[in-house]
């Protein structure tokens, strides 16, 4: 079956608003949702106090008391009319806030092996947090801030125990997120799994549709890494319900390239190859560059095993040209395997070796050392071997 890969060009990256603050040259921040917050306040106090007045003013026992209230039956029209606009205005402000809020709860993150997944952010939690004592709050996110610095900075480890410390003190859907999250990174995918359900369980008593959308995601994931392949599409396919239901397009996004990561273990590559397109798309119309860089290299795997070679290589140039705009060592590490195995397919086992040690030295500098670098550390020794022996 011909198969051609759609948009493969580069799309030029959009605009807006991520996480709590946006940034105005020259380096300066914005705190967004704190002025939203501030706006709408004022607007809908500002409302209230006008009605107040309409209605003193209408008062004959306050016109007597007060008589400079006497005035404001003049104004009583454009009074009723401002009050009635700030109130709109301050209800606006606070509706995009709570929706600015929902979007930068959760944030893409990507593992040590170059997967994407969803992660929640300090955001998330505190939301998460609202109607818990204030003693709790204060430790839980505390724990859950260590874990993020540890994350950022690869120890995964340290980012597991940082995260149980924070369930432990205030159970939430954003710390068993993450704690699902980290213990993915170390591949223990049932410590992952179990972190994964309880978040999804407490997501769903709460009705938080986002997080549970994320949960399911990350037990695809797990599920995946077990190699249960039917118990790791249903998960997918349950998220991408709940992610098109909620208008999530990230999680559509991440649902898609999940089905389709079953679809390469099963060996249905053309099912595959369609679903990472899905992917590709929907990272494209976000201008989330990471994630199409992620679904090139997945393409280009794709158009690989397809015998299509010099496809394979024009994506994962592609992928690579973009996770070096990203200053992103994983992404390009994953690339680099990617090509590297299109030049063994093409027979060029010396070209395949040079890739192959940037990949090792790029995974090097990002300080990882996983399965999938222990197996590039083994195909460059058996390449080495081969070539002596040749």
């Known amino acids: 079956m011909a198969i051609e890969l759609r948009a493969m060009s580069s799309f030029p990256p959009r605009k807006g608003i991520s996480g709590l603050v946006a940034r105005f040259p020259p380096g300066g921040e914005v705190d967004v949702l704190a002025i939203l917050t501030a706006l709408s306040y004022l607007l809908q106090s500002f409302a209230i106090a006008s009605a107040l007045l309409l209605v003193a ?22 009074m009723g009319l401002a009050a009635i606009i700030a109130w709109l205005l301050g209800s606006g402000a606070g509706g ?18 170059g997967e994407l997944i969803q992660k929640a952010t300090l955001l998330g939690l505190q939301r998460d947090l609202r109607g818990t004592t204030a003693g709790s709050i204060g430790l839980a996110r505390e724990a859950f801030q260590s874990g993020e610095r540890a994350m950022a900075a690869r120890r995964y480890r340290e980012g597991v125990e940082d995260y149980a410390r924070s369930v432990r003190t205030a159970p939430t859907a954003a710390g068993y997120l993450n ?46 890494g077990q190699e249960r392949l039917e118990e790791a599409m249903a998960f997918y396919a349950e998220a991408l319900e709940v992610h098109t239901e909620i208008g999530n397009m990230l999680g559509r996004a991440m649902a898609h390239a ?71 060592p994983l992404g390009q590490a994953r690339d680099l395997e990617t090509i590297a195995a299109v030049h063994l397919a093409e027979g060029e086992r010396q070209a395949a070796l040079d890739v192959l040690q940037k990949t090792l030295a790029t995974y090097r500098r990002a300080g990882v050392v996983s399965k999938r670098t222990q197996a590039t550390e083994r195909l460059i020794g058996q390449l080495r071997a081969a070539k002596g022996g040749g």
């Open 258 to 328: 999940g089905i389709a990561n079953v679809y390469r273990q099963q060996g249905r590559l053309d099912d595959a190859f369609f679903s990472h397109q899905d992917a590709f798309a929907l990272y494209t119309r976000l201008g989330n560059r990471l994630g199409r860089a992620n679904a090139l290299d997945c393409l280009s795997d794709i158009y690989r095993r397809l015998g299509r070679l010099d496809a394979a290589l024009r994506a994962s140039r592609e992928a690579l040209g973009l996770d070096e705009e990203l200053d992103n």
């Open 179 to 224: 704690l699902g999250v980290a213990w993915l990174c170390l591949e223990e995918f049932r410590a992952a799994e179990e972190a994964f359900r309880a978040g999804l369980e407490i997501a769903q008593r709460a009705g938080n549709t986002r997080e549970a959308g994320a949960c399911l995601d990350g037990m695809g994931r797990t599920a995946l």
């Open 96 to 113: 995009v806030r709570g929706w600015l809020e929902e979007q930068a709860s959760l944030e893409l993150w990507q593992g040590p092996a």
């Open 57 to 78: 003013g209408g008062l004959r026992l306050v016109r007597e008391r007060f008589p400079a209230c006497k005035r404001l039956k003049a104004w009583r029209r454009s």
